[in-house]
């Protein structure tokens, strides 16, 4: 809806805009407190709190925000696990240094100092130029450094006392066709990834604790023309080519947008992760089909496919991270980034949890459900015209269904109609 400016209206002074928004704020209602949000396994990424709002087409609009800032912010929010990229917070030339170890001693003690908690570690190989061939590059001495980077990462995580590491092979690609011979490249982007299960295997030893679990993240866009590894079904086949060394230490990191951007439905990616047991990591957003990677807030474009998302996932003990994977808005300020943004993307997550939860136990859509597994009554033989009689009532439940959800999302099952 466009809103023209009146002149009769009086400009809000720039030293009451923010007491404004959180007047507001306050207003809105719906929020959860802190120690509750606490209790749900979402992790708040260094990347998403310090965007900036830039992009191909876009200038920054908000300040830098480094991670102590970040860890306090979520701290002070409720959102109890802190996630980063390793040149997030470590400069790509002080990989590997003294200067790394003085920085992860620096973020454990920011982690320790506001309770919260690193969930996951991920390696950039998609933005620095060493990458502009992708980590499986032609070149070796290229494929080393991948393998180095990612086995740093490893060894980064397990002193930060992560449990995941997320693998993004955005630039696994090409711009154009015969610039490389893709089944080569796929072996040699296992190479990198049998580095890292190594490293892990040997660090986890070291450290006394479990591996880590080496989680793919599938992009279907950008930034390389073709993508080799375009989506998480792509993945699961690669993870079984027999590549890799351990196939059985890595799994999916799908992201619900990623999912959506090419057309699929998230949900079908994640029931068939969940069939082949590789659904350990969850990156939550929302956006819209086939366009770019806008990555908006979860359940701000999609709350009812959101909410059957959910209702999967609680109904098959799904019990991993929730990663808050999206970019606060360019036109939300640094202020409004961790009085607005944060807060309400994980209150709507949180309602929309437990609406799963009421969701499984409503008796409408259990009655509906059993009766459609149950079915009509038996017909002797194979007739297919009689097979169909019999149960050809029960369908339109499926419609049934859909309504009481809607119901469900609106709060119209409780009442809530307007007078017309």
Known sequence: MAVYHDKSMNPVPVTQQQSLVERLMKACGGSYSPATRRKYYISGPQWAAAYQGQALFHAPTRAEVGYEEAIRQYGRIGIAHWATHDTDVIPTEAIGTDRQAEIVAGIKKALADNGVACSMVTTE??????????????????????AFRVSNTVRVGHELGAEF?????????????????????????????NAACETDIETAAKYGRPTLKHCMEAKPFEPQAEIL??????????????????????????????????GAAPRAALARALLAGKLWHFDINDGYRLKHDVD?????????????????????GYNGPFNLDYKPPRTTSNHGVFAVSFPTAVDRFITLWEMAGEVMEDPIIKEATDALKAGGPAVSGHDAVAIFEANKELLTLHELIAHRLVQILLGLHRGRVYSV
Do not use: C
Request: net charge negative; proline share 7%; glycine share 6%.
């Open 165 to 193: 590491a997320v693998y993004w092979p955005g630039s696994l690609g090409y711009y154009v066709q015969g610039a490389v011979e893709e089944t080569q490249t796929l072996k040699w982007y296992a190479e990198a990834m």
């Open 229 to 262: 590894l375009p989506t998480s079904d792509a993945m699961l086949a690669w993870i079984g080519s027999g590549l890799l060394k351990h196939p059985e230490m890595v799994g999916l990191n799908p992201e619900y947008l990623h999912e959506l951007m090419w």
């Open 296 to 316: 908006i807030a979860v359940g701000l474009v999609n709350p009812l496919d959101w909410l059957n998302v959910l209702v999967l996932l609680r109904s098959h």
């Open 125 to 146: 190989t998609f933005h620095h130029a060493v990458w502009s061939a992708s980590p499986a590059a032609e070149s070796p001495q290229v494929r080393e450094y991948a």
